[in-house]
């Protein structure tokens, strides 16, 4: 080794020493007993907007490919596949689960990591739940242990890490499904940490893919990859045990801004679950508040997209590499198109995932509103998008809208999920198991085999 390589490596030890331990330490220390009952309670919402999600994603073309291609490899059946009740093994059920249930880019979201917590966590967890005979306070206890390592692990490498391009729910998840993987299967400290170490050489998944089947792979292969880091660490498979900070390590390679302070800033109490913020629209989520406005002045002022000469939208600036593909050919590229949710959401008002269709992104009424549409990126805008809307007769209306703020009343949220689980489970597993499947999620904590809930997934 070089004097200059020695020199960059004891700096970036230095610099973020212990961040690794720490991450691992926080997420092997969570209990079920000790998690405050709100937090119990958004766990499961997750759960229940998950079960919703894959089931509606599982008959998606990528879906089915990755199912078809696990199905011809083979393996023992050890998982459930959601949304056709097959089982094959657990690393495979991970990814096409994962995969499925961010098919529609209806799942939630968290803006510390900068992407979608629940996606690459609990497939893996379900995946080895349901294998081993778990229970849903075990499960429980190892999706939060997930959740907030891959929150813990954003919030050290933020922003610059999702700035140069790095999908963080592939990357991040993929420490995220590891941890919760471990958690589950009860490893030692060190162990946990040579387990973050395999899952961060294995993160990858590109923005650049956004539009396109590999964003939902993405989920799906951070899902697999983590469960593969946690068994393999338990066998003694061993990585560099301070992968975060090392130099050459996670944060040296993946983000321009290591921010090992950002550990000394989040107190015991602190839990990131607390944030997560749910999709009501099946799009990118930095579209959703340009859909919102738009629908509100739908309501509010009677708006009509025949009166419309123009629509600007004043965006974070942010949102233009993320979801500004501006002429749209396929359902996928218009889940990330500002213009073209701006006119689905005028034109037609119904924004949910069966909007988005290649007909619907091609139908000429919509592509030409969509063509009316101005993306402006603002740095003023915050977290809001502000949509400015100049009418024919010469009339302007304007409407901002800020969707980064979690609803603060949990009965309301669950009253909202609820009825968009039904919505998306019903026409897949029907009522009747969609009601039960739903009523063991509300009680998950009194579940003694998580494989009941994935018995009722078939078809």
Known sequence: MTTIERTAQTGAETAGAGVTRRIAEAGRGVRFEALPDDVVARAKQCVLDWFGVTLAGADEPLTRILREEAREQGGHAQATLVGWGEKLSTAQAALVNGAASHALDYDDVQTVMSGHPTVPVLPAVLALAERDRRGGREALAAFVAGFETECRAGAVVMPGHYAIGWHATATLGTLGAA?????LLGLEPETWQHALGIAATQAAGMKSMFGTMCKPFHAGKAAANGLLAATLARRGFTSHP????TAQGFAA???PTFRPEALDDWPAERYALRDVLFKYHAACFGTHATMEAVLRLKEDEGLRAEEVEEITLRVPP????????????TALEGKFSLRFTAALAL???DTTERAFTDE??????LVALRDRVRVVGDERAGFSTEVEVRLRDGRELRRAVNVNVPEADVERQWGRLRAKFRALAEPVIGEGRAAELEGLVLELERVEDVGALLGLCGR
């Open 179 to 183: 941890a919760a993987s471990a958690h």
């Open 242 to 245: 301070e992968v975060m900070e």
């Open 253 to 255: 390679t993946h983000t």
């Open 318 to 329: 942010g949102n233009l590499n993320m979801c500004n593909i501006p002429e749209p050919r």
């Open 347 to 349: 034109g037609h008002g």
């Open 360 to 365: 619907r992104v091609r139908e000429p009424s």
